[in-house]
């Protein structure tokens, strides 16, 4: 038997599944919906609603006071300006470390790990809410975030670069940014809608469960991200 003829009755003794798995390997991208959905546009419109539901709303939460809620909505600024203080010293450290962590976790679970302190900062204002005596949780909540929020920029950054080609990252990152940017818009209209007939100068706890809510839902989108470093061609 020739060499030809020998390769090809190996060929034709290769089971299917194995052919499969082999193209699955090589990153092509499959059609129908499973392709639109491991769609690089899509996958990053996933991450820009991450962002949207964590830092997002954070921004709604911690805007200026005169503007969105204002220091948090409460009446004592101090307490909120403690808890950021506490946020950017850990963040500043954090982020250091962030890549590191990102390359032995991948960026799916790092990205989850860091959007889940958005829910747990904004749990310690409804906890303030409930209780007057639990400022101290703000602090303590602010200090969690800020190591959270280093790992989810680093694990944005990771897949920002990861699914879009070379000539559609420009592109893609004004998407992920216009996404992100809505947070605090939609953050500061609900603050507005729930707090409109309010007489007091506080935000009522019906905002704090919404904004947490949401960020619940955020934490979550993570685990349903495709493998990155699949085609970003619309050719797949």
């Known amino acids: 038997m020739s060499d030809i003829e020998k390769e090809r009755s190996q060929h034709e003794s290769t089971p299917a599944h194995e052919v499969s798995v ?6 092509v991208r499959p059609g129908g919906l499973r392709g639109w959905y491991q769609h690089p ?12 539901m964590g830092p997002g709303l954070f921004n709604a939460l911690n805007a200026p006071v ?3 809620l204002g220091g948090g909505g409460r009446v004592d600024q101090k307490t ?3 808890g950021n203080a506490a946020l950017y010293a850990t963040f500043s450290v954090a982020a250091f470390f962030g890549g590191t962590v990102n390359n032995v976790l991948g960026p799916r679970l790092t990205l989850l790990l860091g959007s889940s302190g958005y829910s747990l900062y904004i749990g ?3 906890a303030t809410n409930l209780h007057d005596n639990a400022g101290w949780f703000i602090i303590f909540a602010g ?5 959270c929020a280093g790992l989810l920029w680093t694990a944005q950054g990771s897949l920002m670069l990861s699914y879009p080609t070379e000539q559609d990252k420009g592109t893609y990152i004004a998407i992920f940014w216009a ?3 809505l947070g605090g818009v939609v953050g500061g209209a609900v603050a507005f809608g729930q707090n409109y007939h309010s007489t007091g100068d506080a935000v009522g706890t ?3 469960i919404a904004f947490l809510v949401l960020t619940c839902i955020g934490v979550l989108i993570p685990s349903m991200f495709a493998r990155a470093g699949l085609p970003a061609s619309d050719s797949g």
């Open 22 to 27: 082999s193209s699955q390997e090589k990153g």
């Open 41 to 52: 546009v899509v996958q990053v419109c996933m991450l820009g609603f991450v962002a949207f």
């Open 66 to 68: 005169g503007t969105g």
């Open 80 to 82: 909120s300006a403690n």
């Open 124 to 126: 310690s204002y409804l």
């Open 143 to 147: 200090a969690i975030l800020g190591v």
């Open 179 to 181: 996404i992100f940017n």
């Open 206 to 208: 019906s905002t704090y």
